[in-house]
């Protein structure tokens, strides 16, 4: 069983910048991928970004591609969220996922095993 608790969400002005992590515990995220997405009033749940523990490599959406930056602190057992340049349209409730990597699938939520609570991300214009 692996527990995730997401920290860093909060309010910002547009053109600013947020940090989110997600912790795990539980289990060590070897052998895992690791990823965020984000939900918005009325809006389905949407892809951002993920992570491949073990040789790092990251994947993300278009909407988001050049302003956030995903990475893996492996002594912390911990993956953040590097997010600049933010828009009224990144409003949303941020969660992380992880499950074992595959390969393929980190945009689908399906590929995830475990969630964390979330965290508000607010960004006023």
């Known amino acids: 069983q692996v527990q995730l608790v997401e920290s860093g969400g909060g309010l910002v002005q547009a053109g600013g910048s947020l940090r989110l992590s997600c912790a795990a515990s539980g289990r060590a995220f070897f052998n895992y991928a690791v990823g965020w997405f984000r939900q918005a009033p009325g809006k389905e749940r949407e892809f951002v970004a993920a992570i491949n523990w073990n040789d790092g490599g990251t994947f993300y959406a278009d909407s988001v591609r050049g302003r956030f930056t995903i990475s893996r602190e492996n002594a912390k057992n911990t993956v953040s969220l590097q997010m600049n340049s933010l828009k009224p349209e990144d409003t949303a409730v941020y969660s992380c996922?992880?499950?074992?990597?595959?390969?393929?699938?980190?945009?689908?939520?399906?590929?995830?095993?475990?969630w964390g609570q979330g965290t508000q991300v607010t960004v006023s214009s």
């Open positions: 996922a992880a499950g074992p990597d595959r390969g393929w699938g980190w945009a689908s939520s399906t590929s995830y095993l475990y």
